[in-house]
């Protein structure tokens, strides 16, 4: 059984900076698509960022402010976040995907990719 695990979402305020953990198991993530998504309350699931033998690809509303990294090690990939803004509050799901099926804008979870963490929160409040 696969299995997604987000951590690391909290409160913060506008300005400062999360780190986003995702950690697996029953599946290789340096054999994967990974990636991670957000939905915001009343919004539609978007696509954050997608990484994929260590090639990371952005939105336009989050480029230069997050980056996204991977750890083979230690199955787990993260989302660093920076210079936070209210409208990045969500709930933030990491995904993985055999063939790097990543929606941009859909539902979370969706049938298109294999597999889902359960989210973690980020608010960005003052």
């Known amino acids: 059984e696969v299995q997604l695990v987000e951590s690391g979402g909290d409160s913060v305020q506008p300005g400062g900076s999360l780190t986003l953990s995702c950690t697996g198991s029953?599946?290789?993530?340096?054999?994967?698509?990974m990636a991670w998504y957000r939905q915001a309350p009343g919004k539609e699931c978007e696509l954050v960022s997608t990484?994929?033998?260590?090639?990371?690809t952005y939105s336009d509303s989050v480029k230069g402010r997050f980056t996204i990294s991977q750890d083979d090690a230690k199955n787990a990939v993260y989302l660093q976040m920076n210079s936070l803004k209210p409208q990045n509050t969500a709930v933030y799901y990491c995904?993985?995907?055999?063939?790097?099926?990543?929606?941009?804008?859909?539902?979370?979870?969706?049938?298109?990719?294999?597999?889902w963490g359960q989210g973690t929160q980020v608010t960005v409040s003052s």
């Open positions: 995904a993985a995907d055999v063939d790097g099926s990543f929606p941009g804008r859909t539902s979370c979870p969706n049938d298109e990719t294999n597999y």
């Open positions: 029953g599946l290789s993530f340096a054999d994967s698509h």
């Open positions: 990484i994929n033998s260590g090639s990371g």
